[in-house]
């Protein structure tokens, strides 16, 4: 009989401020917390440490040519990922952000090509999630929010799904209760100045197209 790995994971409750800014120090520090989204539940690290987007991988048994989502609080933090914003994404944001709608930017070039999937574009979202916002604010950083899973699974909804599948991997859960999602996010790309729907999620867009 195959042993389980202990589990040294603390599971916090969304409600408090001090438990964010405990999540927000081992962000900084290169931990891995689970948080809730508008969606499902996600994996936050800091999008800057290698050290921890490659462990991020590595528990979610993710190809290197997957991109990872990205989370900001406001649009002013988007500087330190993009170098473009693509002027017809104005009127979707002012729109549908926060919410659950993810655009592909143009990156800049020195991004970790494990946020990019190797590709010359990152997507990022501002979250409708109170939690997921007080956090990145809270890191003082963009954080990535890719769904708390093993590749190929289901997205976990509750904090006690992600201690099934990854408790034993991750450093800490913070439990915003039942992710109430219909669906993933939508993510739109912008080709030749036209905007395409790479997934179709929650957020229909097609009277902007």
Same mark, same amino acid.
């Not at 948080?35 to 539940?41: D, F, R, S, V």
């Not at 462990?55 to 993710?62: E, N, P, T």
């Not at 800049?108 to 970790?112: A, I, K, Q, S």
């Not at 450093?171 to 039942?178: A, H, L, N, S």
């Given at each position: 009989m195959k042993r389980q790995k202990k589990s040294n994971c603390r599971i916090l409750s969304s409600t408090s401020s001090d438990n964010l800014l405990q999540a927000?120090?081992? *962000? +900084?520090? @290169? @931990? *891995? &917390?689970? *948080?809730?989204?508008?969606?499902?539940?996600g994996l936050a690290v800091n999008p800057f440490n290698e050290e921890a987007l490659k +462990? %991020?991988?590595? *528990?979610?048994?993710?190809?290197?040519?997957? #991109? &990872?989502?990205v989370l900001v609080d406001n649009k002013n933090r988007l500087d330190d990922l993009i170098s473009e914003f693509p002027i017809s994404y104005q009127k979707l944001c002012?729109?549908?952000?926060? @919410?659950?709608?993810? %655009? =592909?930017f143009p990156a =800049? #070039?020195?991004?970790?090509p494990l946020l990019t999937g190797d590709t010359s574009t990152i997507g990022i979202r501002v979250s409708?999630?109170?939690t997921a916002t007080e956090l990145c604010r809270a890191v003082d950083l963009p954080i990535t929010a890719t769904s708390a899973n093993i590749s190929g699974k289901t997205p976990a909804s509750t904090a006690a799904e992600v201690m099934e599948s990854l408790g034993s991997e991750i /450093?800490? &859960?913070? /439990?915003?209760? +039942?992710c109430e999602a219909k669906g993933a996010s939508t993510i739109i790309a912008e080709i030749n100045g036209k905007l395409h729907i790479k997934r179709q999620g929650i957020i229909d867009i097609s009277a902007f197209k």
């Open positions: 927000a120090t081992v *962000i +900084r520090a @290169g @931990g *891995i &917390v689970s *948080i809730p989204t508008e969606t499902y539940y +462990r %991020l991988f590595k *528990i979610k048994q993710r190809s290197s040519k997957k #991109p &990872v989502l002012n729109t549908f952000w926060p @919410g659950p709608l993810t %655009l =592909l =800049l #070039p020195h991004l970790n409708s999630c109170r /450093d800490m &859960v913070i /439990d915003g209760g +039942r």
